[in-house]
């Protein structure tokens, strides 16, 4: 089987960081695009940042200039870094990757989701 397992998480005062990995395992044959999504209470989820292959990146504009992601293919990895963060920030943030197997494509492998808490 195939799957996403992330690391990290936590509480953080606001102003500080914090950093979030995210690793695919399994018969994978390649990742196109993986990416970081975040949810709040009572809100949908939302895209953060997300990162082809080659290293194109994309932010959401709440985000900009404070997070960074990042990935190590080898490792089958994507990063999250976060800094200067708010309480805004405060969500259950999911990892997100395009994996093909031999057994089936699929267009978004979510993983569990890490709670990051930002206090005032």
């Known amino acids: 089987q195939v799957q996403l397992v992330e690391f990290g998480g936590g509480l953080v005062q606001a102003g500080g960081s914090l950093s979030v990995s995210c690793t695919a395992s399994?018969?994978?044959?390649?990742?196109?695009?993986m990416g970081w999504y975040r949810q709040a209470p009572g809100k949908q989820r939302e895209l953060v940042a997300d990162?082809?292959?080659?290293?194109?990146?994309n932010y959401a504009d709440s985000v900009k200039g404070r997070f960074t992601i990042s990935r190590d293919n080898a490792k089958r990895t994507v990063y999250l870094q976060m800094n200067s963060l708010k309480p805004e920030d405060t969500a259950v943030y999911y990892c997100?990757?395009?994996?093909?197997?031999?057994?089936?494509?699929?267009?978004?492998?979510w993983g569990q989701g890490t709670l990051v808490t930002v206090s005032s």
């Open positions: 990162i082809t292959s080659g290293g194109s990146t």
């Open positions: 399994g018969n994978i044959v390649k990742i196109n695009s």
């Open positions: 997100n990757a395009a994996v093909v197997t031999p057994y089936i494509n699929y267009p978004e492998l």
